[in-house]
């Protein structure tokens, strides 16, 4: 189960057991989250202030390299 669904968001808002941090890329949010059971995952978020209960347009786990071209996009 993805830890960025809004259910999950919603039973756990302020997880003791992992972060989540939000950076904005033009009119996109990503959201990291690192799990101590499953690992680091992102979730890409549609609009620059999205509203509470605002689904995510794509979550995957992050692989080696993934964090460069994060930071090549950004820039």
Do not use: W
Request: with cysteine.
């Amino acid at each position: 189960m993805s830890a960025h669904s809004t259910k999950a968001r919603n039973r756990h808002p302020n997880p003791k057991s992992y972060e989540r941090e939000k950076f904005a890329v033009t009119y996109v949010i990503v959201e990291v989250c690192d799990h101590p059971e499953n690992g680091q995952t992102f979730a890409l978020i549609a609009g620059e202030f999205p509203a509470d209960g605002v689904r995510p347009l794509f979550t995957g786990h992050i692989e080696q390299g993934m964090a460069t071209l994060l930071i090549c996009v950004e820039n």
